[in-house]
């Protein structure tokens, strides 16, 4: 058994439909629920036919277990909010004789509002007894563009980058979300040699307080009005097939585009792609060899 083991932390999505209630309990962390809100989540998941089975979830243990493989170190998976829990992970780990773990979060760029919330998870899980090597961001990473950048090349679409939302506050603390996102799509639109490309936001939650936009949605009929026909998305702010992509994207995004007689493709997603799980691999050999050096 290797002292080192690597902490893969994501986000996390219910089981199945009737865990639903008791997710978005957990991700609201106390706040009240509305019930139209939760009606909203739960129709989502339907739609996208998960009645008592999660395909996003095999999608995670697929990437856990190929980066174990491509690393021949241990690797064990921890969700933001759901099972297994980030201390579950490093219980799991410790408990295999893990003195060393780093943590690599499923989402390339940092903020306060959500990397920041995971490496608190983890030292808190951690508590003292393991050390701890945490990869805060990876947005610029040569594999990461690489991998992206053949998303795009040799399309005669207009490119929209994509990412998560969040509140527009963060810009006021000089939060690096919005930055690191924009210099993510100008390597990859580079290195593909796309010109022609734009960002939005995607995904924003309703909160009653102003988010980071444009909103995809209101991109599109912007887009529409300057005479643009056919629209690529590629979401820079995720790594696999989950609620954010197939029901924001393929439905709500697909959706508006048909309604302004636009043509609308998305990439397919690095899931456990094989050379993105290399990638993967590579950002947590750097993270090992800098604190070596």
Known sequence: ???????????????????????????????PISPENLEDLVARYRALGIEDSNPLNAITEATRAALEAELGLPVFTGMKHWAPRIADAVDAALGAGATRLVGLVLAPHYSRLSIAGYRGLLDDAVAGRAGVIFVES????????????????DTD??????????????????????????????????????????????????????????????????????????????????????????????????DKARELGLQLDRIEMPNDDPRFVHALGEIVRGALAAVAA
Do not use: N
């Open 157 to 254: 679409a207009h490119v929209v980058f994509t990412a998560h939302s969040l509140p527009a506050r963060i810009l006021d603390d000089g939060d690096p979300y919005q930055d690191q996102l924009l210099e993510t799509s100008r390597l990859v639109a580079d290195s593909a040699g796309v010109e022609d490309w734009s960002f939005s936001f995607q995904s924003e939650s309703p909160t009653g307080e102003p988010w980071l936009g444009p909103d995809i949605l209101d991109h599109l009929e912007d887009l529409s009005g300057r005479g643009v026909d056919d629209v690529l998305v590629c979401p820079i702010g995720f790594v696999s097939d989950h609620l954010e992509i197939r029901w924001d994207i393929d439905s709500e995004a697909k």
């Open 138 to 153: 990876w947005h610029d990473d040569p594999g990461l563009i690489a991998f992206l950048a053949d998303r795009i090349r």
């Open 1 to 31: 058994m290797s002292d080192t083991a690597v902490i893969l932390m994501a986000y996390g999505s219910p089981e199945r439909v009737a865990d639903v209630p008791a997710y978005y309990a957990d991700i609201r962390g106390g706040r």
